[in-house]
């Protein structure tokens, strides 16, 4: 009789976060996530083709929940609105960031990183979108997209939240 194992999509993703942010991406595989969670490396295969899909699934996962974070989280102003889309943000880089320092990983996402990069900024953008829409700048779409640009870049190169509103609100009146 087949053994039946309970939420094997979920042991794999968190067997494979943990892996990554303790050995590096190089060092994660799909025979080290199956063996640590006693499955067999075909049943990994029957829900990621690959590592790089079982690594793509749980940051999905990962930004799937920062944005609903972001969403639920009350906005009476423009400020409040851009320092919550900052703090997810920072969260998310926090999580992932073994991955994201990772020169292994950079070489192999490096094809893919722009297109993500957009869309991350669109999903982003639609957020911001309402908090411009006080601005003199006409072009509320754009300048959703380049508040949504500024704040991915730098709050991923650390800077804090004060800096970049500083500019931000210059670009809302």
Same mark, same amino acid.
């Given at each position: 009789?087949?053994?039946?194992i309970?939420?094997?999509?979920?042991?794999?993703?968190?067997? *494979?976060?943990?892996?990554?942010?303790?050995?590096g991406?190089? =060092?994660?595989?799909?025979?080290?996530?199956?063996? *640590?969670?006693? /499955?067999?490396?075909?049943?990994?295969?029957?829900?990621? =083709?690959?590592?790089?899909?079982?690594? +793509?699934?749980?940051? +999905?996962d &990962? $930004? @799937?929940?920062? /944005?609903?974070?972001?969403?639920?989280?009350?906005?009476?102003? *423009?400020?409040?609105a851009?320092?919550?889309?900052? &703090?997810?943000?920072?969260?998310?880089?926090?999580?992932?960031?073994?991955?994201?320092? &990772?020169? %292994?990983? +950079?070489?192999?996402? +490096?094809?893919?990183?722009?297109?993500?990069?957009?869309?991350?900024?669109?999903?982003?953008?639609?957020? @911001?979108?309402?908090?411009?829409?006080?601005?003199? @700048?006409? %072009? =509320?779409?754009?300048?959703a997209?380049y508040? *949504?640009?500024?704040?991915?870049? $730098?709050?991923?190169?650390? =800077?804090?939240?004060? &800096?970049?509103?500083?500019?931000?609100?210059?670009?809302?009146?």
């Amino acid at each position: 009789m087949p053994k039946v194992i309970e939420n094997v999509r979920e042991q794999l993703l968190k067997e *494979a976060r943990n892996q990554v942010a303790k050995n590096g991406y190089r =060092k994660t595989t799909v025979r080290s996530v199956a063996g *640590a969670c006693n /499955i067999a490396v075909g049943t990994v295969y029957n829900y990621f =083709k690959s590592k790089d899909m079982l690594i +793509a699934s749980f940051m +999905a996962d &990962d $930004w @799937i929940q920062c /944005i609903d974070n972001i969403k639920s989280r009350p906005s009476p102003d *423009a400020e409040t609105a851009l320092h919550n889309i900052y &703090d997810g943000l920072l969260s998310f880089s926090k999580k992932h960031e073994a991955l994201f320092s &990772d020169r %292994d990983a +950079a070489k192999v996402y +490096a094809s893919v990183f722009s297109q993500r990069h957009k869309m991350l900024r669109s999903q982003l953008a639609k957020i @911001i979108q309402p908090v411009c829409l006080s601005s003199s @700048i006409e %072009d =509320k779409a754009f300048l959703a997209e380049y508040m *949504a640009e500024s704040i991915l870049r $730098w709050t991923m190169e650390g =800077k804090s939240f004060s &800096d970049q509103f500083h500019i931000m609100r210059q670009l809302l009146k």
